[in-house]
């Protein structure tokens, strides 16, 4: 499986854009890439996937590189709420696709502040 | 819908005590699986399951036993626990074609 590169944290300000990177360099063409949140304490928490195109709904969007080396994930009006640990995984789709696993990584704390 | 429920909240053993760690989910979901954390740690798979009957190891499978009778049940077994084993325990669920992994809230294990 492909890994993935992310800051350990970034900063940014209540309602303005967050855009967090995602370096993936050695992805291959079947491969997925996904994101999930974590809110301290709390289960990790779908938050969107795409394969080669730029994906959005109702939390975020999702810019896929050309190249699909990397991509960002974008919060288009950060909320205290959005304060969480972000992670960026790439996925294999298996044969038949029913024993796919997903590794997280230590992923991008995000602090969203006042 | 409940979702995934994952029992106790917190529990703390002595080293070489068992208990299981139970995990339910109402989705009807074909999909299981067991992750652990550690502090500044990522998620690491222990087991997982895609139905009644099958369970696999993942990452870190040793000193951890799973079974899968129903399809929504799958318990965590610690048969002997060991300090290394403190850690935050999460269940998830998912249909077997699913993109969408649904994890529960998590139990928080302390091993003395």
């Known amino acids: 499986d492909a890994k993935t590169t992310q800051p350990t944290s970034m900063d940014c300000a209540e309602g303005r854009a967050a855009n967090l990177p995602c370096n993936h360099s050695?992805?291959?063409?079947?491969?997925?890439v996904y994101w999930y949140r974590q809110i301290h304490s709390q289960g990790p928490q779908y938050i969107i996937h795409g394969l080669k195109n730029n994906e959005t709904n109702e939390m975020a969007s999702l810019i896929i590189t050309e190249d699909r080396k990397s991509s960002t994930l974008i919060l288009p009006h950060a909320t205290l709420r959005d304060t969480a640990v972000y992670y960026c995984i790439v996925r294999v789709e298996g044969s038949g696709g029913s024993n796919y696993k997903l590794t997280f990584g230590k992923g991008t704390l995000l602090t969203v502040n006042p | 819908n409940a979702g995934v429920t994952q029992t106790p909240k917190f529990q703390v053993l002595k080293t070489g005590q068992s208990m299981t760690l139970q995990c339910a989910q109402d989705?009807?979901?074909?999909?299981m699986s067991w992750y652990r954390q550690d502090p500044g740690m990522g998620l690491r798979l222990i087991h997982y399951s895609v139905g009644a009957g099958i369970t696999d190891q993942g990452e870190v499978p040793n000193g951890y036993n799973v079974s899968r009778s129903t399809t929504e049940d799958f318990p965590l077994r610690l048969l002997s626990a060991a300090p290394s084993q403190t850690s935050v325990y999460f269940c998830?669920?998912?249909?077997?074609?699913?993109?969408?992994?649904?994890f529960g809230s998590g139990t928080q294990l302390s091993v003395l």
């Open positions: 989705m009807n979901h074909e999909y």
């Open positions: 050695t992805i291959s063409g079947n491969e997925y």
């Open positions: 998830a669920s998912r249909q077997i074609t699913g993109e969408k992994l649904f």
